[in-house]
């Protein structure tokens, strides 16, 4: 087969930053969203809501979502997974 398939994909130190990532867009995209719903709004997001009520919702959301996906794919260990 492809010999790519075959080597490390991923050092642990490249998983770790990924999960670390994923964890800090997914935690800071649930609290934004928490937040948003009683009126405060993060100051470093507030650029987002300023396109508009929707599109910082889905924004938000999106980071959350993201999040989740970086932390599966840094914490999946893709050398013993089946083809």
Same mark, same amino acid.
């Given at each position: 087969?492809?010999?790519?398939?075959? !080597? $490390?994909?991923m !050092?642990?130190?490249t998983?770790?930053? %990924? !999960?670390t990532? +994923?964890?800090?867009?997914? +935690?800071? #995209?649930?609290?934004?969203?928490?937040?948003?719903i009683? #009126?405060? /709004?993060?100051?470093?997001?507030v650029?987002?809501?300023?396109?508009g009520?929707?599109? #910082?919702f889905?924004? /938000?959301?999106?980071?959350?979502? %993201? +999040?989740? %996906?970086?932390?599966?794919v840094? /914490? !999946?260990?893709?050398?013993?997974? $089946?083809?």
């Amino acid at each position: 087969m492809c010999e790519f398939l075959q !080597t $490390e994909i991923m !050092t642990e130190n490249t998983r770790v930053t %990924i !999960t670390t990532i +994923g964890f800090l867009l997914a +935690g800071v #995209g649930f609290l934004a969203l928490v937040l948003s719903i009683v #009126g405060v /709004k993060l100051s470093y997001l507030v650029w987002l809501d300023r396109m508009g009520a929707l599109f #910082g919702f889905v924004a /938000k959301l999106a980071m959350v979502i %993201i +999040g989740f %996906i970086l932390v599966y794919v840094g /914490k !999946t260990d893709l050398d013993q997974e $089946e083809i």
